[in-house]
């Protein structure tokens, strides 16, 4: 395991959600617990690289964690946050010290957010794992680029469009996923800035196929980023400046940002409808939302969330979720696309569950924009076969 792993036993819900934000806006797995089983059990099969410990809980107190901690031979950076006051939690400091465990410092509440964000950053850095000022200097350094996945229509089999997923390469560690970077970017307020270089990418990369590729580019954009900069203006303006119909960009918003009550969400999304672009809704199914409520944005296209295409061949529970969402989008004019299609199996379901636009390895890896003409190209071959 190489990322930086957080665990919190804080019987505190408010505290230990803040905690758990600030340690993912520093790049951090983080889990959070309030029960003693659940923590022991984290301890062993997780291997937390940092553990915060309230010093007084119901069950098991500080001290008490300690001592177990210590008997597991634990190493992992060892913080205690309480309401006691500090020479308590000194004293409980240097007990932890005195059973060999690797105190990282104490915190009273009301916690001082900045100084927990410091202590964080620092234990980080020193692990040798991603920080939010490698992510700033990436950004200035172009170390992101875009990859494209085809998205294809299951009637005709030809490509309707392809979805821009960011790519970084950095230069000493390696290509680093998006589930890593962009967490910690919207926890960062960097998002806008990024939003900005994956649209200026796909722009001129979409301008650069010059007529070759006629369908949609898709760019996931994060809920971080509406409202606070305006992304309509962002693709308003670019759009202008590298001459590209705004009709050919699909704006993606998973289907929880999209859910937020914050009304210049909806806002930003009907002046990206009156402008032209498309929206779709992301990761559709993994989150808690109705249709219905849905419907008053104004989308045209629901992308079925890969877990529940995943299943829909081996789970006949999965495939009658898929069929009744496609039934009522379709009534509601919409769109469906299945997400995640890795077999030919999983193709021929969807497509007879009445799924519009397939998309998944088994049609086409996400390939650099320089391979997608050549694999339109050989795709106009292969139509037939799907
Ligand atoms: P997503 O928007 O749901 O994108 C689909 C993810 O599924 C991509 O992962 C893609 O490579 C992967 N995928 C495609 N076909 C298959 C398949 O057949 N099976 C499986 N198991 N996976 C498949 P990727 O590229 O690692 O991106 C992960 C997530 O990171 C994306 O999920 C999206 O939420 C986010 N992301 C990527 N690029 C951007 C970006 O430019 N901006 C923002 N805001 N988010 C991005
Ligand atoms: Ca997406
Ligand atoms: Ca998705």
């Known amino acids: 395991m190489t990322s930086n792993r957080l665990l919190v036993i804080d019987d505190d819900p408010t505290s230990s959600a803040t905690i758990g934000r600030i340690a993912r806006g520093c790049g951090y797995d983080a889990i959070i617990t309030t ?24 069950e098991m107190d500080g001290y008490q964690v300690m001592d177990w901690l210590a008997r597991q031979g634990c190493n992992a950076h060892i913080l205690i946050v309480s309401v006691h006051e500090l020479d308590r939690l000194r004293e409980a400091e240097a007990t932890g010290r005195a059973l060999c465990l690797n105190m990282a410092g104490v915190f009273q509440k009301s916690l001082n957010l900045e ?9 980080y850095d020193a692990a040798g794992v991603l920080s939010i000022q490698d992510i700033s200097h990436a950004l200035i350094n172009r170390e992101f680029r875009l990859v494209y996945q085809p998205q294809i229509d299951l009637k005709s089999g030809g490509i309707v469009g392809l979805e821009a997923l960011a790519r ?29 270089r994956v649209l200026e990418m796909a722009l001129d990369e979409l301008r650069a196929w010059n007529g070759a590729m006629n369908g949609r580019v898709a760019i996931n954009v994060s809920a971080a980023v509406y409202g606070a900069m305006g992304i309509d203006e962002m693709v308003r303006a670019q759009c202008i400046d590298k001459v590209v119909d705004i009709r050919r960009i699909t704006i993606e918003i998973t289907e929880t940002a ?20 498309q929206l779709s809704i992301d990761d559709f199914g993994t989150g808690y939302s109705s249709l219905v409520k849905l419907h008053q ?41 299945a997400e995640g299609v890795e077999n030919l199996e999983t193709l021929r379901c969807v497509r007879e569950c009445g799924c519009d636009v397939a998309q998944g390895y088994f049609l086409g890896m996400p390939m650099p924009p320089d391979e997608v003409i050549p694999w339109l190209k050989q795709q106009a071959t292969r139509v037939d076969q799907l």
């Open 35 to 58: 029960d003693t089983d659940d923590f022991r059990s984290r301890v062993l099969s997780w291997d937390p690289t940092v553990i915060v410990l309230d010093l007084s809980m119901p």
């Open 258 to 277: 999209a859910m937020t009550e914050a009304s210049e969400v909806s806002a930003c999304l009907w002046r990206l409808h009156e402008l032209g672009a």
């Open 115 to 123: 100084k927990l964000r410091d202590v964080f950053r620092e234990i």
């Open 297 to 337: 944005l104004p989308f045209s296209e629901l992308k079925i969330d890969k877990s529940l295409i995943r299943d829909c061949v081996p789970n006949p529970q999965s495939n009658i979720l898929v069929r009744a969402m496609i039934d009522l989008a379709h009534n509601l004019n919409k769109l469906v696309v």
């Open 168 to 196: 970084w390469d950095h230069p000493r560690r390696g290509p680093i996923p998006p589930s890593t970077f962009i967490p910690m970017m919207e926890a960062n307020e960097i998002m806008s800035e990024f939003t900005y």
